[in-house]
């Protein structure tokens, strides 16, 4: 069974172009809204992400829109505990796809990762 995990140096999340989200105003509160369009920079990316490295710079402070916790997406996309494995996995491939393409060295790299 496909288990989901983050990958390092891939960074597809940390794209946070507003134009290919155009639902955050459903699952982001005011502030949390506020915070999200404060983050994006230079070609939708987030100014904590570390292009050199793709890692976050940020990361143990991150915000709550950017962590993979069963009560937090329970809370912000109503996903049952037991359902976060396989969400994570097709939301991950979808962001990845929409990154750096469906044949990409990081693509391969999660489908490897998590089992696919």
Same mark, same amino acid.
């Given at each position: 069974?496909?288990?989901?995990?983050?990958?390092? &140096?891939?960074?597809?999340?940390? =794209?946070? $172009?507003?134009? @290919?989200?155009? *639902?955050?105003? &459903?699952? !982001? /509160? +005011?502030?949390?809204?506020?915070?999200? %369009? /404060?983050?994006?920079?230079?070609?939708?990316?987030?100014? =904590?992400? $570390?292009?050199?490295?793709?890692?976050?710079?940020?990361? *143990? =402070?991150?915000?709550?829109?950017?962590?993979?916790? +069963?009560?937090? %997406? &329970? $809370?912000?996309?109503?996903? @049952?505990?037991?359902?976060? =494995?396989? %969400?994570?996995?097709?939301?991950?491939?979808?962001?990845?796809?929409?990154?750096?393409?469906?044949? /990409? !060295? @990081?693509?391969?790299? %999660?489908?490897? /990762?998590?089992?696919?």
């Amino acid at each position: 069974m496909a288990t989901w995990q983050c990958v390092k &140096q891939c960074g597809a999340c940390c =794209n946070l $172009d507003p134009a @290919e989200r155009p *639902d955050l105003e &459903q699952y !982001l /509160s +005011p502030a949390e809204l506020e915070l999200y %369009f /404060s983050m994006v920079g230079e070609g939708g990316w987030c100014v =904590n992400l $570390d292009r050199t490295t793709r890692e976050c710079r940020i990361y *143990d =402070n991150r915000p709550r829109f950017c962590r993979v916790d +069963p009560k937090i %997406f &329970q $809370d912000m996309y109503g996903i @049952e505990p037991e359902e976060l =494995n396989d %969400f994570a996995i097709d939301c991950c491939r979808q962001q990845i796809e929409g990154v750096y393409g469906d044949r /990409s !060295l @990081e693509m391969l790299r %999660f489908d490897r /990762s998590v089992g696919l």
